[in-house]
């Protein structure tokens, strides 16, 4: 996908929302497929959130990482937290769970995080905080270049609903074709290989593209001084198996003084290491910088 015809997001029909007497919007929980720009297929679930901790008008939008999916253990218990600070809206990048099309590992998925933003909006929402983890964390990056921020060369697609107000990027790549981590080349040989694509498949349920990038799609060290003034936060830990620690000091160093960067003691690698403690805390972030 060419980054710079990334602007056109098709919208999902939602219902009008309500008015508390406070001007909270108030909605049951919601499943439904929305279409990316592209045609595709995305399994999305919105919920209300379970408490008036953090203000009504904030929204959750989280990114998955690769093999992961809306009902993943792991997925619905990060939204069950953020869901103290907010509504919370799931879903499946392509190739993913439900949804339809193949994954091609953090190109066109912004494309699936820009009609899951915009669906969160129509609920009513005026902020909306992009939180993802691993090939998520790379997504909430160039989709907040490309869909915010000042945009740099002809990047920012004007497309107001589908921005966001706030992004935290957990354990995210700085660089791609990074190989040299145990992990990361058994992930490219996944990629890669036929065999590789076919245990995806079957033994992940993850649906893998067979195509090359063309073209290679910003990567995220380039993707973060885009970002600016939108808030920024990089979250990583110090024990990540994939992505070593020079990956998060580069993404900070890129996003200068509109970025913040929490390098966390012990942490291993995306939601199954991030513990209740790191998400309230990444909750409280949001609630204070967001918009």
Do not use: N, Q
Not at 230 to 242: A, E, I, K, N
Request: include cysteine; proline fraction near 7%; charged fraction near 25%.
């Amino acid at each position: 996908m060419s980054d710079r015809t990334a602007g056109d997001v098709a919208r999902s029909t939602v219902r009008p929302y309500s008015e508390t007497s406070r001007g909270a919007p108030r909605h049951p929980p919601a499943r439904t497929f929305l279409h990316a720009s592209d045609g595709v297929r995305i399994d999305a679930v919105y919920e209300p959130g379970v408490s008036g901790r953090g203000p009504s008008d904030l929204v959750f939008v989280v990114a998955h990482g690769f093999t992961g999916d809306a009902d993943r253990p792991h997925v619905r218990r990060i939204a069950e937290v953020f869901g103290r600070y907010g509504a919370v809206v799931t879903f499946s990048f392509r190739g993913h769970g439900a949804s339809g099309g193949r994954s091609t590992v953090g190109d066109r998925e912004v494309l699936d995080l820009a009609a899951a933003v915009t669906w969160a909006r129509g609920f009513g929402h005026a902020r909306v905080v992009t939180v993802g983890f691993s090939m998520g964390g790379s997504v909430v990056l160039r989709h907040a270049a490309l869909y915010g921020g000042d945009g740099g060369d002809g990047g920012d697609s004007g497309d107001s609903d589908a921005r966001t107000d706030a992004v935290v990027s957990v354990s995210a790549p700085a660089r791609w074709y990074y190989r040299g981590t145990a992990p990361m080349r058994r992930l490219h040989w996944l990629v890669m290989r036929p065999a590789g694509r076919l245990v995806g498949r079957y033994g992940m349920r993850t649906r893998i593209h067979h195509r090359d990038w063309d073209p290679v799609p910003l990567s995220p060290v380039e993707a973060v001084p885009r970002i600016a003034p939108t808030p920024l936060l990089v979250v990583h830990g110090d024990r990540d198996g994939y992505f070593p620690v020079d990956h998060p000091r580069m993404l900070a160093e890129a996003a200068g003084d509109h970025g913040e960067l929490w390098l966390e003691p012990g942490m291993g690698h995306a939601e199954h290491a991030s513990d209740e403690a790191l998400l309230c805390r990444i909750g409280d972030w949001a609630v204070s910088r967001a918009g």
